[in-house]
């Protein structure tokens, strides 16, 4: 069964002040992992999918690495409005018609003026 | 930039009544989902569909629940007789085929309240 890991389950940060997020999965075979912010009562709104242990990705103050066993999403000098929660999810090849993504719980941000 | 539009934004029912909650993917999207999430927990795979037929669906997703793509547009999922413990937000989902881009995006969900 994939499992998906995220640690912390909260984070306060002073503006200004960067950190890294951390995604753990376990999946058998790994077609991409995904990374979504989202606010609350909204949908998950898609920030980056990596596929493969290496790559990197970057949006603003976000970037988004990918290994074996985990992604990292770093923020960079953080603005109030980065404040949100942000998931991983993965999504595994499977024989089928199926894309399902399985998520982890989520990191809540919330970054003080 | 292209989304995935749910209806209605909120949903107040009373226990055992029945639902129906509504979606309209992105227009050259193959595969579509629904998902829900409780207040407080992770967002939760139901089912999947594609070429007009179920591809997986979870343990979640019992006889209590149905989806039907009735037009060319809209994607529903209707609760038969609602519980308390159905309670959630929805959420509609759509990607692309693969090999097309990332293509999977959600829409702002539908609070399916129980009572």
């Known amino acids: 069964e994939d499992q998906v890991t995220q640690s912390p389950e909260a984070l306060r940060l002073q503006e200004g002040e960067s950190s890294s997020l951390n995604c753990s999965y376990t999946v058998s075979g790994l077609r991409g992992l995904f990374w979504y912010r989202q606010d609350p009562g909204k949908g998950p709104e898609f920030l980056f999918t990596?596929?493969?242990a290496g790559e990197e990705k970057e949006k603003e103050r976000l970037k988004a690495t990918l290994t074996k066993k985990e992604s990292f999403l770093h923020i960079t000098a953080p603005k109030p409005e980065d404040s949100a929660t942000y998931l991983c999810a993965v999504q595994a090849f499977s024989g089928g018609s199926n894309y399902k993504l399985t998520f982890g719980k989520g990191t809540l941000l919330t970054v003080n003026p | 930039e292209p989304e995935v539009t749910q209806t209605p934004s909120h949903q107040v029912t009373q226990m055992g009544q029945e639902v129906i909650l509504r979606c309209v993917p992105i227009?050259?999207?193959?595969?579509f989902y629904w998902y829900r999430q409780i207040l407080g927990q992770k967002v939760e795979f139901l089912v999947s569909f594609y070429n007009n037929e179920i591809s997986e669906k979870s343990e979640i997703f019992d006889d209590q629940f149905s989806v039907e793509r009735p037009d060319g547009s809209n994607f529903t999922l209707k609760i038969r007789s609602t519980k308390l413990e159905d309670s959630a937000m929805y959420f509609c989902a759509s990607s692309a085929p693969l090999g097309q881009g990332d293509g999977y995006t959600f829409g702002s969900g539908t609070r399916l309240t129980v009572v």
């Open positions: 227009s050259n999207h193959l595969y």
């Open positions: 990596l596929y493969s």
